[in-house]
């Protein structure tokens, strides 16, 4: 599935300072009967967002209309749980590209890449820092750098930088995906294979 | 074999044994043995395939089985959501298009992916299994390297039997000494994230080691590997030994004869050197572990069945996220566990639906009855599972404590079909997440044993099981 490449990302973010927010939140579990990866965003944290009778809830942050953007700053361990990859699905087809965690769940973080969205970690002290910054203006934008692998408030120049394997890097600023890569060396995976117990 | 230089952790053996090509700075290129499929993700990575135009190249390393979306009643019947019989014959024709081995609705082999496999004989030591399903951490007893993947990894093992994955850090946890009366496996895993947090292994890959995983069945150690991932790992793992061999011997897709004996000798190798090192090592104590129980929304907010709820400013987490959790579930700081009203019991999922579950489940409700205000659901992880529970009688036990036994699915454990709990209603499973709307939108859930889940249902509030037992 191809996605769009990521250089450097300016946008107002939606703050989330919710720890251990799992994928059973990000999209529930009824809502992943799909066989097409269409509509998640729809769904996307559906019942924190949505009262049973489907109205929105005044006070869950998508349903602030002064929060907008296409970056979530969310608490620790976020996306834990499940490996559903919907979970980014929802994401991004919310618009999100980029969520900001002080710590990411594994296969979350795996999957966020591998569609496309960049889960950037960067430490408690920062985190709490864009929280407050956003506190006192909602409109705050951030910027995220990949090339430098930075994120920058740009309304206090404070700036951290997060880690990111080089490989996958080059795969989001391109668009690349796995897939191409592992078709371009299947004569060494057949031959691995053929001397494979299982 | 190449010769090795250092001292190996059974991980690394298995690990450096799977790595078709290191790329610099980037993740291993990393061959996968065995793949199941099941029909919720799955089909966007068929779709990918056939978008691309590629092939499954090794159709005889995936196995698809129906789980996660059937019903459990009535599976005879077609499917009434038009949704879910929508996944589910996608699930048949893709497989049936690439050549897969598939255990559909009704097949007598059909049960829970991280059932069916073990018992088949499929899941073997030394091996690397992936699936698109966290719970992938359970065939980690046998000694390999089992995890959860997403949509378009599941894609990327269809097309080239690999994924790239950076190898995750080692760590290993050692409980000695002897499970009391009335602690299970489900209790040492509990135990052992409310310990670590629900986070506090994330980044690793986990060995579990000691007395207590040594003596323990093989259904025990997939209890506890299959709940890795609710502290974050990717996986656990535990060496292979005789209880291993004797459980896999004679099963039907496992290795006989001459390739068993061959087998064996390498699965005798599997096993963590004495001066290995581990990047970070736990050590508990059996004793300390009584029955568990959960309180909160993730399972590292578990206690002993005994204490009470701990206030929030022991816990060292986020103040706000432990009142957000101790508020969904309708509970306070420091009230006794002991007592709570429950409304619902759901035995079985890929954590306890084997049939050492059922048995321990019947062991208490034999000759008591059911609380009359309790629905519960008994659900078998298998339809093998389902045919011992009929064979021993323990179907009999259930009928005469007033309860019904299900068809076999993932039923409860993540509602994605019909067996959803009611919003605001307190349910005691045995599944493995307690999280908000886990079980049903508004469903408030708490984790526990077979035998807590048991002592729950014929007395109605949350009971020490051990009171229960002789």
């Given amino acids: 599935m191809a996605y769009d490449n990521f250089t450097i990302l300016r946008s107002p973010a939606v703050p989330m300072p919710i720890e251990n927010v799992d994928t059973d939140q990000i999209i529930p579990a009824r809502f992943l009967k799909a066989t097409e990866r269409k509509g998640f965003g729809d769904n996307l944290f559906r019942d924190w967002r949505y009262n049973a009778d489907g109205t929105p809830k005044k006070d869950f942050i998508l349903n602030n209309p002064v929060y907008s953007g296409t970056i979530l700053v969310a608490g620790r361990n976020f996306g834990s749980g499940s490996s559903r990859e919907h979970a980014a699905w929802a994401l991004y087809d919310y618009g999100f590209r980029c969520v900001i965690s002080s710590f990411f769940a594994d296969i979350f973080q795996n999957n966020s890449i591998n569609i496309g969205i960049l889960p950037a970690q960067v430490g408690p002290e920062f985190l709490d820092k864009i929280f407050r910054t956003m506190e006192s203006d909602p409109h705050t934008e951030l910027e995220i750098n990949l090339p430098e692998q930075t994120i920058t408030i740009l309304a206090t120049g404070d700036s951290e930088s997060f880690e990111i394997n080089s490989y996958k890097k080059n795969n989001l600023m391109n668009g690349y995906d796995d897939i191409d890569y592992l078709q371009a060396m299947k004569a060494d995976i057949q031959s691995f294979a053929a001397n494979s117990l299982y | ?470």
């Fill in chain 2, 1 to 470: 074999m190449q010769t090795r230089r250092q001292a190996d952790t059974l991980f690394d053996k298995v690990w450096d044994a799977h790595v078709v090509r290191k790329i610099e700075g980037g993740p291993d290129v990393f061959f996968i043995d065995r793949h199941f499929i099941h029909e919720v993700t799955s089909p966007v990575a068929f779709l990918g395939l056939e978008s691309r135009g590629l092939k499954v190249i090794f159709p005889e390393k995936t196995f698809a089985t129906a789980d996660h979306n059937t019903p459990t009643a009535n599976q005879h019947l077609p499917v009434r959501d038009p949704l879910s019989a929508n996944q589910l014959k996608a699930l048949e024709s893709n497989a049936a298009r690439y050549g897969i081995s598939h255990w559909g609705l009704g097949n007598p082999k059909n049960g829970i992916v991280h059932v069916v496999g073990p018992e088949n004989g499929i899941t073997l030591p030394g091996m690397t299994i992936v699936c698109g399903d966290s719970h992938t951490s359970t065939h980690g007893a046998f000694g390999a390297i089992a995890f959860g993947i997403g949509t378009s990894e599941v894609e990327m093992v269809l097309s080239s039997q690999c994924i790239m994955q950076p190898k995750p850090k080692k760590m290993r946890i050692k409980v000695d000494g002897k499970l009391g009366k009335g602690v299970t496996p489900k209790d040492v895993i509990l135990y052992i994230i409310s310990r670590l947090t629900a986070s506090g292994a994330t980044g690793y890959f986990v060995e579990y080691a000691g007395e207590v995983f040594e003596q323990m069945s093989m259904e025990g150690r997939m209890t506890v590997c299959n709940m890795s991932i609710e502290m974050g790992a990717r996986g656990g793992m535990i060496a292979p030994d005789e209880t291993t061999f004797s459980y896999i011997k004679g099963r039907e897709k496992a290795p006989k004869g001459e390739a068993w004996e061959k087998a064996l000798a390498w699965w005798k190798t599997l096993k963590t050197d004495e001066d290995a090192a581990f990047d970070l090592e736990y050590h508990f104590k059996a004793s300390d572990i009584e029955p568990m129980i959960t309180f909160g929304t993730n399972p590292g907010m578990g206690v002993g069945i005994t204490k009470s709820i701990p206030v929030a400013s022991g816990t060292g987490g986020n103040k706000s996220s432990f009142d957000k959790s101790l508020a969904y579930m309708g509970f306070q700081e420091a009230e006794n566990m002991i007592g709570k009203k429950v409304d619902y019991v759901f035995i079985g999922s890929c954590t306890n639906g084997r049939i050492e579950d059922f048995r321990a489940f019947a062991s208490i409700v034999k000759g008591r009855k059911k609380a009359d205000h309790i629905t519960a659901w008994v659900v078998p992880g298998s339809h093998i599972v389902e045919q011992q529970i009929k064979e021993e009688g323990i179907l009999d036990i259930l009928t005469a404590a007033g309860f019904e036994l299900r068809q076999p699915g993932c039923s409860a454990c993540l509602a994605m079909n019909d067996d959803k709990i009611p919003a605001g209603k307190y349910a005691v499973s045995t599944s493995n997440r307690n999280f908000e709307g886990r079980q049903g939108p508004g469903a408030r859930t708490m984790l526990a044993s077979p035998l807590a889940a048991a002592a729950a249902a014929v007395t109605g509030v949350v009971t020490d099981p051990r009171e229960l037992m002789a």
